[in-house]
């Protein structure tokens, strides 16, 4: 178990360029979510996968943002057109949920930094 | 998901235990008591979560007050390393649930040597 992996760690970019960030999560868990935190706050919730299924999306999310998990296994966060307010720490979490079990726990990575300039 | 209230900073000094509140007045049946806690630039790390029975593991105590409206985290010897802000988060369990976290405030505790 190596824990939930993201990459990169750091990305800085200019106004209107495209960015992607790519998350692995922890071996054979079924659950994967994305958040957003910016300078000073709590982490907000993005959206979240079961396997390749994409079931929830937050009102954060707008049009520029979209998230994949093709084979249930890895996830990317591609952000389009760039703004300054997109400057914030993306984290990736990762659970097990299994029909047998009440509750699920989420495992986080450590965050990719986006500063937008 | 309830709502949860709790104190924005909190001292405690090394090696003594650090009791950290939680409020959760409006919590329901089918809802968990979840801790986690972020050190600063990390992503956040899962302490330890309940439902309604007091909860203890290798980082932490969790008690749960009988009527389930408050919780509290306890760090029995606080180090340095502990330093971080402290988020306690409900959240409703089962395999059809939405499952997001919300995260509030937190408390930001500070051991001092």
């Known amino acids: 178990d190596t824990g939930v992996s993201q990459n990169p760690r750091h990305k800085i970019t200019k106004r209107g360029q495209n960015v992607t960030f790519r998350c692995d999560p922890i071996?054979?868990?079924?659950?994967l979510y994305w958040y957003r935190q910016t300078l000073g706050q709590g982490p907000e919730f993005l959206t979240y996968f079961q396997n390749e299924a994409q079931l929830e999306k937050s009102r954060l999310l707008s049009d520029r943002f979209s998230a994949e998990r093709p084979k249930g296994s890895f996830s990317t966060l591609e952000i389009q057109r760039t703004e300054q307010g997109d400057s914030a720490m993306y984290l990736c979490?990762?659970?097990?949920?299994?029909?047998?079990?009440?509750?699920?726990?989420?495992?986080f990575g450590p965050g990719t930094r986006l500063t937008v300039l | 998901d309830a709502k949860t209230t709790q104190p924005p900073s909190m001292d405690c000094a090394e090696g003594r235990a650090a009791n950290l509140p939680c409020n959760h007045s409006?919590?329901?049946?089918?809802?968990?008591v979840y801790w986690y806690r972020q050190i600063h630039s990390q992503g956040p790390q899962y302490i330890i979560h309940?439902?309604?029975n007091n909860e203890t593991n290798e980082m932490a105590s969790l008690i749960i007050t009988e009527d389930r409206k408050s919780s509290t985290l306890i760090l029995p010897h606080a180090t340095l390393r502990d330093t971080a802000v402290y988020y306690c988060?409900?959240?409703?369990?089962?395999?059809?649930?939405?499952?997001?976290?919300?995260f509030g405030g937190g408390t930001r505790l500070m051991v001092k040597p």
């Open positions: 988060i409900v959240r409703v369990g089962g395999f059809k649930a939405g499952n997001m976290l919300t």
């Open positions: 979490a990762s659970s097990n949920q299994l029909r047998t079990l009440r509750t699920d726990t989420q495992y």
């Open positions: 071996s054979e868990h079924n659950r």
């Open positions: 409006t919590i329901s049946g089918n809802e968990y």
């Open positions: 309940g439902l309604k």
